[in-house]
């Protein structure tokens, strides 16, 4: 039985989730757990060639520092200790965001962890979510129960290739509609892809917002 709860104070509901992310590069608000717990993402990280096994999340400030490990740990505990009051708090958090970003570390843990997600999704109206996942089945289990004619307007579930320079692949796209990708420094984009522009606008997302885009299937990014 989830709890009912209601955060009169930002205050109260940073209580229970503890922290988000404020990154330099995003327009808005993001939130991120360790990449060492991905699940697909573990599997593909003993895999030569893939895009996790040289993940950029597992290197630089996302895993050196110790104070990042430790706020990633405080927000799966937030959420693991009641989920509905985690639910209720993103709310309070995310509330009045122009977009916010799921994941900027990390991947869904659990289908559950992606309804609790959509939850807030659908209590956040005003928002745009970019979700962004390996976890093709937790998705199609979800969206199967809960929208099986279509996503909310106001997410997006950006389903990550596995490989740089892969084609788009149609029934992958059309698993939520959208995808990501990578191109690596020696090839070109995909054709077709949006080009994320951030490396030329000083690793900011400036004006850009294709990846809450619907209409933009394909956002392709040059590999770290
Ligand atoms: S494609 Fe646009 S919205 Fe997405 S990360 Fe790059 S700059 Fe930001």
């Not at 573990?42 to 104070?67: F, I, N, Q, R, W």
């Not at 994320?196 to 917002?209: K, M």
Request: include cysteine; hydrophobic fraction near 40%.
């Amino acid at each position: 039985m989830q709890t009912v709860q209601f955060f009169k104070t930002k205050k109260a509901a940073l209580s229970i989730v503890s922290s988000l992310s404020n990154t330099s590069k995003m327009p808005g608000l993001s939130w991120g757990i360790s990449a060492k717990l991905c699940k697909t993402g573990a599997k593909l990280a003993k895999m030569e060639g893939t895009v996790c096994a040289d993940c950029y999340a597992m290197k630089g400030s996302y895993s050196m520092y110790p104070a990042v490990a430790a706020a990633h740990g405080k927000r799966l505990e937030g959420y693991n200790a009641d989920r509905g009051a985690w639910v209720a708090a993103m709310v309070r958090l995310i509330d009045g965001q122009e977009c916010f970003r799921w994941f900027d570390s990390g991947d869904l843990q659990s289908p559950d962890m992606l309804r609790d997600i959509l939850e807030i999704v659908r209590a956040t109206p005003a928002t745009k979510h970019w979700i962004a996942t390996r976890e093709v089945m937790f998705v199609k289990t979800v969206m199967a129960e809960l929208y099986p004619a279509g996503l909310p307007a106001n997410v997006v579930i950006r389903v990550s290739d596995s490989k740089p320079d892969a084609k788009l692949s149609i029934d992958r796209a059309g698993i939520t509609g959208n995808v990501s990708q990578v191109y690596s420094k020696h090839a070109a984009p995909q054709a077709g892809a949006h080009v994320c522009p951030a490396p030329t606008q000083g690793g900011a997302c400036g004006d850009c917002r294709a990846c809450w885009s619907k209409s933009v299937v394909s956002v392709t990014y040059k590999i770290h």
